[in-house]
Nanobody
Framework: QVQLVESGGGLVQAGDSLRLSCAAS????????MGWFRQAPGKEREFVAG????????NYADSVKGRFTISRDNAKNTVYLQMNSLKPEDTAVYYC????????????????????WGQGTQVTVSS
């Protein structure tokens, strides 16, 4: 198993940047593909970005392409989400998630494909 802890959320203004971090502990971090999801009040949890175990393949939701960047440092057991040009519609609780790399050849985007989740970190973007 792997345990995930997110950090870096906060209250910012539109156009600002934030970097979220997700620290993993437990089983070997490089065994997992990682994803970031978000959930706004009254809405379903949605895929934001994902990255394969090697860091060589990423995938993004259309709504964040060109603004958000996912990366990982396997030596530090950490995955990051750099969020630039933030918009009020980016306001949500952001969750880090992990899925075993051997299960997938691509970056998966469905909530049900991820087995492990962090507790979430709130991001609020004011207009």
């Amino acid at each position: 198993q792997v345990q995930l802890v997110e950090s870096g959320g906060g209250l910012v203004q539109a156009g600002d940047s934030l970097r979220l971090s997700c620290a993993a502990s437990g089983r070997t971090f490089s065994s997992y593909d990682m994803g970031w999801f978000r959930q706004a009040p009254g809405k379903e949890r949605e895929f934001v970005a994902g990255i394969k175990w090697s860091g060589r393949l990423t995938n993004y939701a259309d709504s964040v392409k060109g603004r958000f960047t996912i990366s990982r440092d396997n030596a530090k057991n950490t995955v990051y989400l750099q969020m630039n040009s933030l918009k009020p519609e980016d306001t949500a609780v952001y969750y880090c998630a992990a899925t075993l790399r051997i299960l997938h050849t691509i970056v998966v985007v469905n909530v049900g494909e991820y087995n492990y989740w962090g507790q979430g970190t709130q991001v609020t973007v004011s207009s």
